[in-house]
């Protein structure tokens, strides 16, 4: 077998690894010294213990565990309920009130934690009976709530754009600007959704009680004042000083943290109990995520010294695909990928296989991130994976199936799928903010590398992580005999 077709074979043998349940990072970490030791022998071990050195020490990193910090401490401050109430009081008049309060509650709720088990479970447990006791229709309930938790991994703080920056070399800065309009839009399609089936069919989404129709002014705007005003502060002020360079994402998050704990405590829900399950919760998925890098790292490094990307460059010459045609078929296959595999795989080990091809085709990595983004918000919603619909599942009501939720959850899809069209139709939505507060859109498309794209220098030298080929010149792993 030639090189390439040794990594084409590791790539389909990950693949058939993780069908059967493996864990992800250690399925990866097996697969790059197993089929590294075949191409390169021991130097492997030398380029494993490299990878896991740099990946470790990367800056961008850091911010992970305390953006995830932050969430966990604040699901536990208890202020969920309080701020569901106010958004419910505040949206009474309009159709789907319930509905639209939730979808209001979980974009909120998204930017402080951007975690979407955290944000479906505690929708589900909260916002679901109080739709099902309205008379709601339980696909369009367990609907929204599926589709508004999965705004977090769009939304900045978005712990997803912060692990693509890492690995495309894009400034997290510039995609936390750039997803913030796009994120805000979806949300909006979602309520504009939601009111237009209310208003076409009334039976779907009934009106909220009298009790909650008489409810006066001043209680509302106490309501919003003692629950969504301090939350929304604590937002503003940590995204703000991203998107105004006044603090590096990390630092923010350091004080976003700070400033959740606070909030706990002003809301007389902090105790050493809850701040250790915060930490343990924070260390084992922050743990998750570094050994995710480490071994996609290594099994990327091989796969670029096995020029397994040769056969992906040679199909899309073989093609010979237009700008808009590799886009939509970069697309396609992200969403295809998302049925059967989670978004941190997708990022990490398959995003990497377009980014070199990217500079050859006129496309920016900041833009076609944010498109990957909008895109992987039907990883939690499409079966079988769909782990959206099964968080909601796992405390909704037993009378609610697998089968409502889904078909709650499919009309939701299709405005992501819309979503994605109108960002490619006016790519401003995505690159103005960034225009606006840095001057362009991203600054990394000089990083990536040309050599091996069509029309290119030698394939051999195209990379997946930058210097992810090992060097011979640096001594580090020389060619095989």
């Given at each position: 077998m030639t090189d390439p077709q040794v990594g084409i074979l590791m790539l389909v043998a990950f693949l058939f690894a993780i069908g059967f349940g493996f864990p992800i990072a250690f399925t990866l970490m097996a697969m790059g010294v197993g089929f590294g030791y075949f191409a390169m022998g021991n130097h492997i071990f030398e380029l494993f213990v490299q990878r896991t050195f740099s990946v470790m020490a990367n800056d961008v990193l850091i911010s992970v565990p305390l953006f995830l910090f932050m969430g966990y401490i604040v699901?536990?401050?208890?202020?969920?309920?309080?701020?569901?109430l106010s958004i419910?009081?505040?949206?009474?008049?309009?159709?789907?009130?319930?509905?639209?309060?939730?979808?209001?509650t979980c974009t909120l709720f998204a930017t402080a934690t951007g975690i979407v088990g955290a944000v479906v479970t505690l929708m589900t447990l909260l916002a679901l009976p109080a739709m099902l006791r309205a008379g709601y229709d339980p696909k369009l309930a367990t609907g929204v709530i599926c589709a508004g938790g999965c705004l977090g991994i769009l939304i900045p703080p978005s712990v997803l754009l912060i692990l693509y920056g890492a690995t495309a070399g894009v400034s997290?800065?510039?995609?936390?600007?750039?997803?913030?309009?796009?994120?805000?839009?979806?949300?909006?399609?979602?309520?504009?959704?939601?009111?237009?089936?209310?208003?076409?069919?009334?039976?779907?989404?009934?009106?909220p009680p009298r009790e909650i129709l008489d409810v006066p002014f001043s209680k509302v705007i106490w309501a919003l004042a003692t629950s969504f005003l301090p939350l929304a502060l604590l937002i503003s002020t940590v995204l703000g000083a991203i998107l105004f360079g006044l603090a590096t994402p990390t630092e923010a998050a350091a004080v976003g943290a700070a400033g959740a704990i606070v909030?706990?405590?002003?809301?007389?829900?902090?105790?050493?109990?809850?701040?250790?399950?915060?930490?343990?919760?924070?260390a084992r998925s922050a743990a998750m995520v570094c050994w995710l890098f480490v071994g996609s790292a290594t099994f990327s490094a091989v796969f670029a010294y096995l020029n397994g990307h040769e056969v992906v460059k040679d199909l899309i010459d073989y093609l010979d695909l237009s700008s808009t045609q590799f886009l939509i078929l970069a697309q396609f296959v992200i969403f295809l990928l998302g049925w059967p595999l989670e978004w941190t795989e997708i990022i990490i080990i398959f995003v990497p296989i377009f980014l070199p091809l990217l500079q050859h085709y006129g496309v920016d990595p900041l833009f076609?991130?944010?498109?990957?983004?909008?895109?992987?918000?039907?990883?939690?919603?499409?079966?079988?994976?769909?782990?959206?619909?099964?968080?909601?599942?796992?405390?909704?009501?037993?009378?609610?199936?697998i089968e409502q939720i889904f078909?709650?959850?499919?009309?939701?899809?299709?405005?992501?799928?819309?979503?994605?069209?109108?960002l490619y139709s006016f790519p401003q939505i995505a690159l103005w903010l960034p225009e606006q507060l840095y001057g362009g859109g991203s600054d990394a498309m000089n990083a990536l590398p040309v050599d091996g794209l069509p029309g290119g220098g030698e394939a051999g030298n195209t990379t997946l992580f930058e210097s992810d080929a090992p060097s011979e010149e640096e001594g580090e792993v020389p060619a095989p005999d």
């Open positions: 699901e536990r401050a208890n202020i969920l309920d309080r701020l569901f419910e009081l505040a949206a009474k008049r309009l159709p789907g009130s319930l509905a639209v309060a939730t979808l209001l997290v800065v510039k995609l936390y600007a750039g997803a913030f309009l796009p994120g805000l839009m979806l949300a909006s399609l979602y309520m504009v959704y939601v009111i237009g089936r209310a208003m076409i069919n009334p039976s779907l989404a009934p009106k909030l706990a405590i002003g809301y007389r829900s902090f105790s050493i109990t809850k701040l250790k399950e915060s930490v343990f919760l924070t076609f991130g944010i498109l990957v983004a909008l895109n992987l918000q039907t990883s939690f919603l499409t079966p079988p994976v769909a782990m959206a619909a099964f968080y909601c599942k796992g405390v909704a009501p037993k009378n609610i199936s078909k709650g959850i499919y009309p939701f899809v299709g405005i992501v799928l819309l979503s994605m069209v109108l």
